[in-house]
């Protein structure tokens, strides 16, 4: 069975610390997208890692991929609260882009 | 652009009735998608095209029909609601670039309460 497991799934960081979501995938894509949901909202695009060794940066986030390991990490640092959301990530098990999601891992960032 | 929009935004649904949930993209994107969200499982692929007039099977298609008549409108169909499809449905759009596909676009959501 094809499967996208995120750890953990529930993170509470005070302001200004760093930590790391871990996203393992039992796939054999060498893609891995990762997405921000906000409560009652939809998904945005964070991230599209398209090969090995990928790393992508935007502000606070950091993520990067070793499709050997199959493995995807989120690196937060410095944590404020406007990340406070769900992030998720994906990855396509075949063609056509269709994505398997993880359970996602709801982040609360806190004074 | 809108990007991708979905409608309704949320329904109640009596057991054993029928709906259909419009999804539209103006992103001229070939592939679109539906997928369910369930509280703690992320989402799940319904069904998605990869064109006009074609459909397929995602992961949890029972239930659910699909049709794409034309290529920026992809409708979910419904046809005897179920309590176990109470969930939120949202609708994706991608396309392929050169070999390698980009990031799926998301509509907003549709929540559905089945009674």
């Known amino acids: 069975e094809l499967k996208v497991e995120q750890n953990p799934l529930f993170l509470s960081m005070q302001e200004g610390k760093n930590y790391t979501i871990y996203c393992n995938y039992s796939?054999?894509?060498?893609?891995l997208y990762w997405y921000r949901q906000d409560p009652g909202k939809s998904l945005e695009s964070l991230f599209v890692?398209?090969?090995?060794?990928a790393v992508k940066q935007e502000g606070r986030l950091m993520a990067s991929l070793d499709t050997k390991a199959r493995l995807s990490t989120l690196h937060i640092t410095a944590a404020v609260h406007d990340l406070s959301a769900t992030y998720f990530c994906?990855?396509?098990?075949?063609?056509?882009?269709?994505?398997?999601f993880g359970a996602g891992t709801r982040l609360a960032v806190h004074p | 652009n809108a990007g991708v929009t979905q409608t309704p935004k949320f329904r109640v649904l009596k057991t054993g009735q029928s709906m259909t949930l419009l999804c539209a993209q103006d992103?001229?994107?070939?592939?679109m998608y539906w997928y369910r969200q369930d509280p703690g499982m992320g989402l799940r692929l319904i069904h998605y095209?990869?064109?006009?007039?074609?459909?397929a099977k995602g992961e949890v298609p029972d239930g659910y029909n699909v049709s794409r008549l034309k290529k920026q409108n992809f409708l979910l169909g419904l046809e005897s609601a179920a309590p176990s499809q109470t969930s939120v449905y949202f609708c994706?759009?991608?396309?392929?670039?050169?070999?390698?596909?980009?990031?799926?676009?998301f509509g907003p959501g549709t929540r559905l309460l089945v009674l």
């Open positions: 095209s990869v064109g006009e007039g074609t459909t």
């Open positions: 992103m001229n994107h070939e592939y």
């Open positions: 994706a759009s991608s396309s392929p670039i050169a070999g390698k596909q980009e990031t799926q676009y």
């Open positions: 796939t054999t894509s060498d893609r």
């Open positions: 994906a990855s396509p098990p075949g063609g056509y882009n269709k994505l398997i």
């Open positions: 890692l398209l090969s090995n060794g």
